[in-house]
């Protein structure tokens, strides 16, 4: 009769507490799993599509505190490109396909109406009512309002304003220059003198990248010479009229590869910015927020140096500035409606604006926070600045404004690049191609 050597027991019972650990691990990894599923069914699941954000840590410490709050929520983020242009491409995709990867989405202020027409966005009216409107910058709701129904609760409000070397004016005896020409001429002096010490500056940083930044820009060097890039009152194009002209070769002829380096052709926000708090420009345009990042000693080399002011203008002209701003939208197609107003409701609450105003630099939409003294300490440009922001410029207004700044991005990136371009000509042809689009939303 065989038998088992006592070796041969000792792996036969080795090899049974293998198995049966093995199986043991395998249940609790299952079970752990199933809880972990009943506990994530439980919850409501969102989809935020937002945009790249100049200040991450601000906007990690809002979904924090939204997670914190609203256990039965899950909050799951897509970060799309930080141009504006980009970021409708990628959004209006995905709303066009009736995505369900999107509930809640970020707007720029002039995407309302082409929103609403399309579909894409629901109405909100429901959910914020006359009453709530009414705590917000008039300006800000109306940007929302398509064929009288809102579409969006507006974020922060943006609009163009220019920075500058305090301490470089004051060196050389200079106000902040209320005219393009006085910031030319300060400028080139600046520049001149201080190459004379070895130091290397520019005179000029701005966004001239051909997306739908450049058409803010250039919209205010338009406005500012008394033209206008559409007539609000007969709905037609006024690119190819002197002032407009005249403005836009100005830009040509004195600041791409003069005051400016010809680089700013490929600038947007982030790059014009950070030319800026290098120290390597005097003048800079860039929207509220810039000013918290340009007093910053950790990310800015002139921290305590900066000044802030209104856009230039030409002479018999106004300063303009820009409306910007972003908005927060739902998508018609999102399958927990109420889940998204309860994140859209926290986001422009007053509370999550005024961190925005503390940690990001962005200008609240809500009027109470204008009082608030807190927000006012850490931004005192807020006070003097809040006419620019309540009389900002919108662009035109129309559920096709994506065509039009895609011939205006085009136009205009065309003629400052290229120092022989005929601009009448193709200011022309830039008109009659947007009276072209505006005809069939008539």
């Known amino acids: 009769m065989n038998s088992l050597s006592p070796d041969a027991g000792k792996n036969t019972i080795h090899l049974i507490f293998r198995a049966l650990t093995g199986f043991i691990l395998i249940f609790i990894l299952l079970f752990t799993a199933a809880c972990a599923k009943k506990e994530e069914a439980g919850k409501t699941t969102i989809r935020f599509v937002t945009w790249k954000p100049n200040v ?203 005051i400016a380096p010809r680089g700013v052709l490929t600038y947007q926000e982030p790059e014009s910015l950070d030319l800026f708090i290098q120290g390597k420009a005097v003048f800079h345009r860039n929207w509220p927020y810039a000013w918290e990042v340009s007093n910053d000693p950790k990310r800015s080399t002139i921290a305590g140096k900066v000044g802030i002011t209104k856009l230039p203008h030409f002479p018999g002209g106004k300063s303009y500035s820009t409306l910007g701003g972003w908005q927060v939208g739902i998508s018609s197609y999102s399958e927990n409606k109420q889940a998204a107003w309860r994140f859209v409701k926290f986001l422009t609450s007053e509370r999550i604006q005024k961190l925005l105003a503390l940690k990001a630099g962005r200008a609240p939409t809500r009027k109470a926070l204008y009082q608030d003294a807190e927000i006012i300490r850490a931004n005192p440009h807020f006070s003097d600045m809040k006419d620019v922001f309540l009389t900002a410029y919108p662009r035109p207004r129309s559920p096709l404004y994506p065509s039009v700044s895609n011939v205006l991005q085009r136009y205009f990136s065309t003629v400052i690049s290229k120092p022989d371009s005929d601009i009448k000509a193709k200011a022309k042809t830039a008109a009659q191609e947007i009276d072209k689009l505006l005809e069939l939303a008539r």
């Open 56 to 258: 991450p840590e601000a906007w990690e410490e809002i979904y924090r505190i939204f997670e914190t709050e609203n256990p039965d929520i899950k909050l799951i983020r897509e970060v799309g490109p930080h141009s504006s242009t980009a970021f409708h491409d990628l959004l209006t995709q995905k709303l066009k396909n009736k995505s369900k990867d999107v509930d809640v989405f970020l707007m720029d202020v002039i995407w309302p109406p082409e929103f609403a027409a399309s579909g894409w966005a629901m109405p909100l009216d429901e959910f914020f009512p006359p009453a709530e409107q009414e705590k917000f910058l008039e300006g800000t709701i109306l940007a929302n309002t398509y064929k009288g129904k809102i579409y969006g609760v507006p974020l922060f409000i943006d609009s163009g304003v220019l920075y500058y070397r305090k301490d470089l004016l004051e060196k050389y005896g200079f106000n902040p220059p209320r005219t393009w020409q006085e910031m030319v001429r300060q400028a080139e002096i600046i520049v001149s003198e201080e190459a004379k010490k070895g130091t290397e500056i520019y005179g000029f940083s701005g966004q001239f990248k051909q997306y739908e930044g450049l058409v803010c820009d250039m919209m205010e060097y338009i406005l500012s010479n008394n033209g206008k890039i559409l007539d609000p009152e007969t709905g037609k194009t006024r690119l190819a009229e002197k002032p407009a002209i005249e403005a836009v070769k100005f830009v040509r002829d004195n600041i791409i590869g003069k």
